[in-house]
C-alpha cells in the first residue's frame, strides 16, 4: 500500500529558529496536506496543495507540492514556543467515490533545554 | 460554533468486550471519516461514509463497523477487543464529497481506548 516517509522523526528548536521538514511518497499523489497535533487533541489543518509545483503560506508557514507529486516540504520561519508539537503530512487520491488521506508518520517538534 | 465532539473521552475495556463510540459532526457536515491514531504513530483511515452511505473502508477487520444516522452523526463499533486496539479513534467531518478532491478534514479531539 501507499506509504509516506516523513523525515525528519524529531527535532528541536530554539526560539527564533527556521524549521524544515519533508515528507515522500513512493506513489504520486493529487492533494498533499500538512497537519500539526497538540497533546490531546485532533490534528489541525495548516496548508492544503492542491497543483503540482504549488506554493502556499499561511502566516509564518509555506509548503510546497513537489513538482513530481511524490514530495512535499514545509517550513516554519522564527519558531516560537506554540510551534511545540507533531507535524504530519497527508497525501489525498481522489476520484471515484473515496476520499480518505494517507499519513505519514510525524515529526515532533521540541524546545532545546 | 461547536467542533467536532466525540464521546467518551477516555474509556477502558477488556479484551473480548464490545465498544460504540459516538461522533457529532460540524453542523452542515455530510461526511464523517473515522481514524485510528496508534501512539507514535499517524491517524490510519477506518471508514468514510457520506449521506448515511458507506463510502470507504479502511484495512481493518470485520470486528470495526460504523453507521451514519439522518442527522450525519456516526458510531463506531469495534467487536471482540484485542489488545492491539488501544489507541487513539478519530473522528473527522468535511462539508465536501468524497472525490471532491479536497482533503480538508476537521478532527475532533479523539476518544482514548485502552483495552487491558
Known amino acids: 500500500g501507499q506509504q509516506l516517509n516523513q523525515s525528519p522523526q524529531s527535532m528541536f528548536i530554539q526560539e527564533g529558529e527556521d524549521v524544515s521538514m519533508n515528507c515522500t511518497s513512493s506513489?504520486?499523489?493529487?492533494?498533499w496536506l500538512w497537519y500539526k497535533q497538540d497533546p490531546g487533541e485532533g490534528p489541525v489543518l495548516l496548508i492544503a496543495?492542491?497543483?503540482?509545483?504549488e506554493l502556499t503560506s499561511n502566516g509564518r508557514l509555506t509548503a510546497q507540492f513537489g513538482i513530481t507529486r511524490k514530495d512535499s516540504f514545509l517550513n516554519i520561519s522564527a519558531s516560537i514556543p506554540s510551534d511545540v508539537g507533531i507535524y504530519f503530512c497527508a497525501g489525498l487520491n481522489y476520484g471515484g467515490s473515496q476520499g480518505n488521506l494517507i499519513f505519514g508518520k510525524g515529526t515532533k517538534l521540541s524546545v532545546k533545554p | 460554533d461547536a467542533g467536532v465532539t466525540q464521546s467518551p473521552t477516555h474509556l477502558i475495556k477488556t479484551r473480548g468486550q464490545h465498544v460504540t463510540l459516538r461522533c457529532s459532526p460540524i453542523?452542515?457536515?455530510?461526511?464523517v471519516s473515522w481514524y485510528q491514531q496508534v501512539l507514535g504513530q499517524g491517524p490510519q483511515f477506518i471508514f468514510q461514509y457520506y449521506e448515511k452511505e458507506e463510502r470507504g473502508r479502511g484495512n481493518f477487520p470485520d470486528r470495526f463497523s460504523a453507521r451514519q444516522f439522518p442527522n450525519y452523526s456516526s458510531e463506531l463499533n469495534v467487536n471482540a477487543l484485542l489488545l492491539g486496539d488501544s489507541a487513539l479513534y478519530l473522528c473527522a467531518s468535511s462539508f465536501r464529497s468524497p472525490g471532491s478532491g479536497s482533503g480538508e478534514l476537521f478532527f475532533g479531539e479523539g476518544s482514548r481506548l485502552t483495552v487491558l
Open positions: 496543495l492542491y497543483k503540482a509545483g
Open positions: 506513489s504520486i499523489f493529487n492533494t
Open positions: 453542523s452542515g457536515h455530510k461526511s
